[in-house]
Every structure is written in structure tokens, then in C-alpha cells.
């Protein structure tokens, strides 16, 4: 019994780059660092001062199910193609 790890906390959220969050949303870095900036995206500084995201927060705006997650309302458009195109224009209003 002296041998078991530790298990990690099944809660832990993996914290992502802004330049991962942008390759998700398909938009430049700066405007994940803007989105951030205007609080439609919510972030944590590192003691470097570097932005980080919550994967789970970043996932349900993807998926556009982010209930408690802060983002404008958005115009009906039905010529956007997918979720993640609509959601990069409903975070960049």
C-alpha cells in the first residue's frame, strides 16, 4: 500500500495557450488575447503574466452549449457553415 501514486483530481481542468485556443476557433492569437481583454472569453494569468484558458470553458463555447459561460448573443445567420465559425463571430463582437 506504501507504493500508491496519488491519483489526480478527476476535476482538474487542463489549462490551454492562447494560440491553442486560436487553432480551435481557427482566429489569430491576438484576438483570443482581445476576446480575453473584453471578457467574452474568461482566462488566468500564470505568475508570468501569460494568459491561460480552461479547456472545459473552451470546449463548451466550441460545442456552443456554454451556459455559464458570458458570450454576446449573436444575429440569426444561416449561411454560417459550422459551430466553431459561429462561435469566433459571436466571441468577436
Known sequence: ???EMP???P???RL???GEVATLFRVDPKTVTRWASAGRI???RT???HRRFRESEVRALLRGDAADVTVPA???NTSVPNTVDLNARRLAR
Request: aromatic share 0%; no cysteine.
Open 1 to 3: 500500500m506504501a507504493d
Open 47 to 49: 505568475p508570468g503574466g
Open 16 to 18: 490551454l495557450t492562447p
Open 7 to 9: 491519483s489526480r483530481s
Open 74 to 76: 449573436q444575429s440569426t
Open 42 to 44: 474568461g482566462s488566468i
Open 11 to 13: 476535476q482538474r481542468d
